[in-house]
């Protein structure tokens, strides 16, 4: 029995002198491994090295890698061209306007201080005008300054894209087949988006506008050259609705369906004057 | 001068376009260019010796012709509904399409035209017909120009008599 016990009392002896010799090893071990499992430590530890290699990184980084960046860049924009287009037009579109908007403002202002300081019969003449009808002096010489010329007049068959009659201050294109298209792009532009009592009243495209005012069974357009406000917009289609009051309305069927009848009319009416 | 607004319908591909090309400009091209909306233009012809100026309006094909906007019909004085011979997909819906044409222009002269009448032999074409279930007004050929003249000047006529 007594031989059996002999080797366990060696273990814990054994035991006992390995702790004793290892006790400082152990403590560091220990101390280690807790560093290593405690973020907040391990982080106090290796935080200073990372922010030393970084701060030496942000220093050499343009340098080291500009070569593979630039080469990156460059694949990209190649790529995707017609992306980097379509993102950046409406942005370039909406700052163009942005600028054009700012100098007219700018124009504005100037002509109304060089306004201020003319005393011309002329200057006169247009304060009191001014001053009688509310519209801004410099609103007044900008109109005088615009030039728009109604080019054609088109009066049309509502449904059908007849035409009824039409002037022209050169002749461009067959009046039939303009007036057949306008009744297509109408028809078709209040077709798609269906809302109800809504016309067609304006088309532009660079500096060509159609003003268009629908009435119950015809409908008259105007194509127009140059630049013109809101007012002069406002100008025209009024003098549509007089042009209809005045010639169509209550005319007896025969005289509107006279093409040449009404198309006389319209030259004098819009385009001679 | 009196002025009449005629519709070219049909479904896609059947030649509305070529046939349109043929009457206004005597041309013929095998370019098949599917047309986008619409596409309007005039010829004058004469009739008893008075000018009438027909106004073409060549719409983009649609399988079914519920599906063309209905304002495109409006004021229109006549129809050309046009069909492919060689092709049965575009006179399967004959009927249904011209009751609904009937529908949207009552009273409006409708003229059913069988084309590309040059891919087919006379057996073939006779076959065709024979299978239509509505009464055929003209069979064309857009590309030969074939019968082209003949139906405007026909419809023409019919419109102002």
């Known amino acids: ?273 | 001068m009196t002025s009449k607004k005629i519709i070219l319908t049909g479904s896609f591909g059947v030649g509305k376009t070529s046939l349109f090309n043929q009457f206004i400009f005597n041309k013929f091209s095998d370019k098949y260019l599917t047309t986008i909306g619409v596409k309007v233009n005039k010829k004058s012809v004469f009739v008893d010796g008075e000018e009438v100026n027909l106004l073409v309006w060549d719409i983009a094909g649609e399988v079914s012709q519920d599906k063309v906007p209905t304002s495109y019909f409006l004021g229109a004085s006549g129809i050309i509904y046009v069909f492919d011979l060689t092709r049965p997909l575009t006179y399967k819906n004959l009927e249904k399409d011209i009751d609904y044409l009937k529908q949207i222009l009552p009273g409006g002269l409708i003229k059913i035209v069988g084309n590309k009448k040059d891919l087919l032999e006379e057996d073939a074409i006779a076959k065709v017909v024979n299978d239509v279930t509505m009464p055929i007004s003209i069979l064309t050929s857009a590309k030969s120009g074939e019968n082209v003249e003949d139906l405007f000047n026909d419809l023409a006529k019919s419109l102002i008599k």
């Open chain 1, 1 to 273: 029995m007594a031989e059996s016990h002999k080797p366990i009392h060696d273990e814990v002896l054994l035991d006992r002198l390995k702790e004793i010799l290892l006790w400082d090893d152990r403590k560091e071990l220990d101390e280690i491994k807790q560093i290593l499992d405690t973020r907040a430590h391990l982080s106090e530890r290796v935080s200073p090295i990372i922010e030393e290699h970084l701060s030496a990184l942000k220093e050499t980084f343009s340098e080291d890698y500009k070569e593979i960046i630039n080469k990156l860049i460059e694949v990209k924009l190649k790529n995707s061209q017609e992306e980097i287009v379509n993102s950046l037009y409406p942005s370039l579109g909406r700052m163009i306007k942005k600028y054009i908007g700012h100098q007219f403002e700018l124009l504005k202002e100037n002509i109304d201080n060089s306004v201020k300081k003319t005393f011309s019969p002329a200057g006169f003449k247009r304060r009191v005008k001014s001053f009688f009808t509310g519209v801004k002096e410099s609103e007044l010489i900008l109109s005088n300054a615009n030039n728009y010329t109604i080019q054609e007049v088109f009066l049309i068959e509502r449904d059908s894209g007849l035409l009824m009659g039409s002037a022209s201050l050169h002749t461009t294109f067959d009046q039939d087949v303009v007036a057949g298209m306008l009744t297509a792009i109408k028809a078709f532009v209040e077709d798609a988006f269906k809302k109800e009592k809504q016309e067609l009243e304006f088309i532009e495209y660079g500096n060509y506008k159609i003003v268009i005012q629908t009435f119950f069974s015809y409908y008259m357009a105007a194509a127009i050259d140059g630049t013109m406000i809101t007012q002069e917009k406002f100008d025209v289609e009024e003098s549509m609705h007089d042009f209809a009051s005045a010639e169509l309305t209550g005319a007896k069927s025969s005289e509107v369906s006279n093409s040449e009848l009404i198309s006389k009319k319209l030259y004098e009416y819009f385009i001679k004057k």
